[in-house]
């Protein structure tokens, strides 16, 4: 740059411009501009709306980072062009982000808060009719996590599935079974040639393979094959299971009839999470003085996600234990209420937690044993001690809570509170140094949706 202001300048050298020269050049041009002086540059009127600034400054002092997120969190907003869904009055609509709301003098309405219970920026989101509504910052993210799933992947939700066709390649109703070389008869499990067509929650229709259908909506697909009589299609025949057997061995013959090993399956996996909680007697072991015989029973269901459950449960109606084991008091709902307002008043994290096999982690208030069925392989027919709560016993809640207060107090260092023994708390300190209290509400850690029943949100 520099070296071509001295070119210009070298050329310019000895040249002048005469006034009539220059009233030829505003005349022409209807610019007043003002005479050349020796070494220095045309000075020419600015626009209204240009800035007023040195013209010889140089570019790169305009040159400016764009914002992010941990400078200008306001500036740069991950909220604007999400898709968003809302449900009003049992109708669901669809929209977009398209930014913050803004007052009549220009200011962004609301205050960002990385706590999403303090935040509260209002955003405008446009929808499918091209109407415009607003709405604050944590109904933003209640409208987004209803469009993903656990790991951020964009779910289509349908409405209801309204029609279906087959082509020349599906398996018809009599040709649905097949001999194997052993001579077992066996079903044909094949979606080949059928299509579902699939009203989507934003209006929109699409075609399925049934095979997509069946894998991404297993209740839906089961609903219509009953109530259109495709159940006795091979395709469709096994959307729709019954109840779940009843008995162990009745669980056996339906899959060896049906040439499955759902129930197999389920009840291995049942085995491998109870085993934990029995003590298996050698053969020439004896039963302990003072424990009584109880039954194992196992029941079966098919859960909503038309996943084959098996439960191992004791016959708690057998036992006669004392009441003081009998009993387990639970957290009030008045102290669930207040201790949502004091985390919103605080800024801290509501999070929840579900314990898998909860009660099989704590020990057994009773003396009960029981022998093993077949289920059980290689340890069928074999004494065991129940030393671990087993569902179904009549002290399962008490010796629960028992070890929930254990490991907070002890392990934790959680104290519980005055008015409510079953809220716990304990001092704890952020980076900054202010101080506050962490909670904890044990029932039956990620942000709850239902608690004790009920659905909860943020608001």
């Not at 997509?212 to 209740?219: G, L, N, R, S």
Request: aromatic share 8%; net charge negative.
């Amino acid at each position: 740059m520099e070296d071509l202001k001295k070119n210009l300048k070298k050329k310019s050298d000895g040249v002048s411009i005469s006034e009539e020269e220059l009233d030829r050049i505003r005349h022409k041009y209807n610019m007043p501009i003002s005479a050349i002086e020796d070494g220095g540059y045309p000075q020419y009127a600015q626009y209204e709306d240009h800035p007023q600034e040195d013209p010889r400054h140089k570019i790169e002092d305009d040159f400016e980072e764009p914002p992010d997120q941990e400078s200008d969190p306001v500036e740069f907003d991950k909220y604007v062009s999400a898709k968003v869904s809302f449900n009003a009055d049992g109708v669901e609509t669809f929209g977009v982000v398209q930014g913050r709301k803004r007052d009549s003098s220009g200011k962004l309405i609301g205050h960002y808060h990385e706590n999403p219970h303090l935040d509260t920026s209002i955003y405008q989101v446009e929808f499918e009719d091209g109407k415009v509504e607003s709405f604050y910052a944590n109904q933003i993210i209640e409208g987004i996590m209803m469009n993903v799933d656990d790991e951020g992947n964009t779910m289509y939700r349908i409405r209801k599935i309204i029609d279906h066709q087959r082509d020349g390649r599906a398996v018809r109703g009599d040709d649905g079974w097949y001999t194997t070389s052993s001579s077992l008869k066996r079903p044909r499990k094949t979606t080949k040639g059928w299509k579902l067509l699939a009203e989507m929650k934003g209006g929109e229709t699409e075609w399925l393979d049934l095979s997509v259908a069946k894998e991404a909506f297993p209740i839906e697909v089961a609903e219509y094959a009953v109530a259109n009589k495709l159940v006795s299609e091979p395709a469709f025949a096994c959307e729709v299971p019954g109840p779940g057997p009843k008995g162990v061995a009745r669980a056996y013959e339906l899959d060896a009839e049906n040439g499955t090993t759902h129930w197999s399956d389920a009840l291995i996996k049942e085995v491998k999470t109870i085993l934990p909680a029995l003590k298996i007697l050698e053969e020439d072991e004896d039963v302990p003085v003072g424990y009584q015989l109880i039954e194992l029973m196992t029941v079966f269901d098919v859960k909503m996600d038309l996943t084959p459950k098996a439960q191992i449960c004791a016959r708690g109606d057998q036992t006669d234990p004392p009441m003081s084991v009998t009993y387990a008091s639970v957290v009030t709902r008045e102290s669930i209420q207040l201790a949502f307002v004091i985390a919103a008043l605080n800024g801290l994290n509501v999070l929840s937690a579900d314990v898998s096999g909860a009660y099989l982690n704590a020990k057994c208030a009773e003396k009960v044993y029981c022998i093993l069925g077949k289920e059980f392989g290689e340890y069928a027919e074999k004494k065991a001690i129940l030393v671990k709560a087993v569902y179904g016993l009549k002290s399962l809640g008490f010796a629960w809570r028992s070890l929930c207060a254990d490991v907070l107090k002890e392990q934790l260092e959680f104290q519980p509170c005055r008015g409510d023994m079953d809220v716990w708390r304990r001092p704890c300190q952020r980076k900054d140094g202010s101080k506050y209290y962490e909670y904890i509400l044990p029932d039956s850690i990620k942000e709850p949706t239902t608690y004790l029943g009920a659905t909860i949100s943020k608001h």
